[in-house]
């Protein structure tokens, strides 16, 4: 079965320093992965994707994830945090099973942005 | 092009009633997905519609039950609303091919159960 662990439910960073959000997962078969944004009282918006192509994915917003298949880790960092950013993060899992695609969310992480 | 729309923004209901509610695909998708999203919590998995048939449900009670029509668009219904069905509920859509099965999410319904 799959899963998705974040770790910490709370990070704080100063604005212009680097954003790391982590994430680790449990598939059984090779995964897809993405990151998802929620601003408040909005709905997810997808940040990037990661679906077995280059292990070093862009997404919008300056927001990069890296694969580690050994590390089963697909971390979000961001060089230089913006305002703008202060927002809570998804990862997220997708595998086919008995034919349909199952997407597994984790708890998310809210990222404080400090001025 | 429209992305996926839910309707209505926020509900507020009573303990013991029905809702339902509901969500168009983004354009040119097939598939519609159900999440509830407590306070502070990820999305759960609710079920999943595609040819107007339920494919997959997650660990939700009967209570939960949904329907899809021919336009692809979706409804969720709740009924013998109780106090821990308050949440936000997200619609998303995707293709039924679509290898990673992208999601698109619409901006939520949030339900308030008194």
């Known amino acids: 079965a799959q899963s998705v662990t974040q770790l910490g439910s709370h990070v704080s960073v100063s604005e212009g320093a680097l954003v790391l959000l982590r994430c680790n997962y449990s598939s059984s078969v090779p995964p897809y992965l993405f990151w998802y944004v929620q601003y408040p009282n909005q709905g997810l918006q997808l940040l990037l994707k990661y679906t077995s192509a280059a292990t070093l994915v862009k997404g919008i917003n300056g927001f990069e994830a890296e694969f580690k298949k050994s590390e089963t880790s697909f971390h979000l960092t961001k060089p230089s945090a913006h305002m703008s950013d202060a927002a809570e993060y998804f990862c997220a899992v997708s595998e086919r099973s008995g034919g349909y695609q199952k997407v597994t969310f984790g708890i998310g992480t809210k990222l404080q942005v400090i001025p | 092009d429209a992305g996926v729309t839910q309707s209505p923004t926020h509900l507020i209901k009573t303990r013991g009633q029905q809702v339902t509610l509901r969500c168009s695909p983004k354009?040119?998708?097939?598939?519609v997905s159900w999440y509830q999203q407590a306070l502070g919590q990820g999305p759960q998995f609710i079920f999943q519609?595609?040819?107007?048939?339920?494919?997959q449900r997650g660990n939700f009670p009967d209570r939960f039950s949904g329907h899809q029509f021919p336009n692809y668009s979706s409804e969720l219904n709740v009924n013998a609303l109780l106090l821990g069905d308050s949440a936000l509920y997200l619609c998303?859509?995707?293709?039924?091919?679509?290898?990673?099965?992208?999601?698109?999410f619409g901006p939520g319904t949030r339900l308030t159960v008194l």
């Open positions: 998303a859509s995707s293709l039924w091919t679509g290898g990673s099965n992208e999601q698109f």
């Open positions: 354009s040119g998708h097939d598939t």
């Open positions: 519609y595609y040819e107007e048939e339920e494919r």
